[in-house]
């Protein structure tokens, strides 16, 4: 639970806010209005540094984490189903997948699915601004927007639409979708090349990854992976990549010149491999479990597990610290972050978040510049 100061906080701004509207906020969709105007003290509350974004499914927020203190310095409402979380180069924006369709975990029949409503108006990609703590605008994203990259200069975003098959390419600037293109059943992870030049997009019930050319949006190559890939990272200077397989229970190491699996790495059998990231130095790969509620460490010269750490519930999307000594987890079913010292291999703080977190995003303060 967070401290009686930040309880305060939240206390004495919704008495203010209260008191400036004379009513409720209206409930919140994917396009509604989602001005939250945060306390001065929580938009100050971190000068320099880097900021945590989580998302959080069922509450439909975004929480931010001063990564200095490890505490929620806001909680900005952001509209249905946020899942997929990226921050612009400028650390000025949060990018925010949003969708309509209702939630049909692989447990649940396709028929049963089927009969569930969808607003397809609610999806899209939020724009939200960081210092002013409100969403700015609604990008297109597609059909059922989940994850998502950006662009190095920030320009473009590149998209899975989860129940089109498909994946969009969107500018920015215009607010348009420039590009659709199949990407095989049931898209998710979405990851750009560190040279900006490759889109890597899993697709689940098609076992592959699309290879995009990242100019054009044209599939250059499928890379066959293991049952059900959830997530990509690449290496830093590009020549690995690394996915994670739910079904299959396993990681599998892609050569990226040549298009190809060259190396398929085991998990412990409770693991369920969600997200994904490599170290800033290339020295270890961290996989979320999933279901196993842990963190796997893969030293990547030898393709063997080196260490294992315990975390909350289900953690499904991670992210590091620029400096790669600390690592976030948002775990879903216990409503938290878990932050883990990579150095030591603990789990320093649990930080307790929205309902249902999902993704994590990194970015520097913009308040520090």
Partial sequence: MRNDATRMMTYLSAV????????????????????????????????????????????QNLSVIDTRTDSVIATIPVGTRPRGVKVSPDGRTVYVALSGS??????????ECEK???????DGIAEVDVV???????????????????????SRLYISNEDAGTASLVDVKSGTIDTTVPVGAEPEGVRLSP???????????DTSIRVLDAATGAVKARIKVDRRPRDVAFTPDGKRAYVTAEVGGTVSVIDVANNRVIATIKLPPDAKPMGVRVSP?????YVATGRGSTIVVIDPATNKIVGTVKVGQRPWGIALTRDGKKLYTANGPSNDVSVVDTDKLTTMKTIAVGKIPWGVAIGPNPGSH
Avoid: H, W
């Fill in 102 to 111: 209702p939630k049909c975990p692989p447990t649940m029949p396709d028929e």
């Fill in 16 to 59: 203010l806010l209260a008191a400036a509207c004379g009513k409720e906020r209206p409930s919140l969709g994917g396009r509604a209005d989602t001005a939250a105007p945060a306390s001065p003290a929580a938009a100050g509350a971190s000068e320099s540094g880097e900021l945590a974004y989580v998302t959080n499914e069922d509450s």
């Fill in 281 to 285: 130095d290339a020295s270890r790969v």
């Fill in 116 to 122: 569930l409503k969808s607003d397809k108006t609610k």
């Fill in 195 to 205: 040279d900006g030049k490759l889109v890597y997009v899993t697709a689940e019930s």
């Fill in 132 to 154: 002013a703590r409100r969403v700015r605008r609604v990008l297109p994203g597609g059909s059922d927007p989940e994850q998502f990259d950006i662009s190095g200069d920030g």
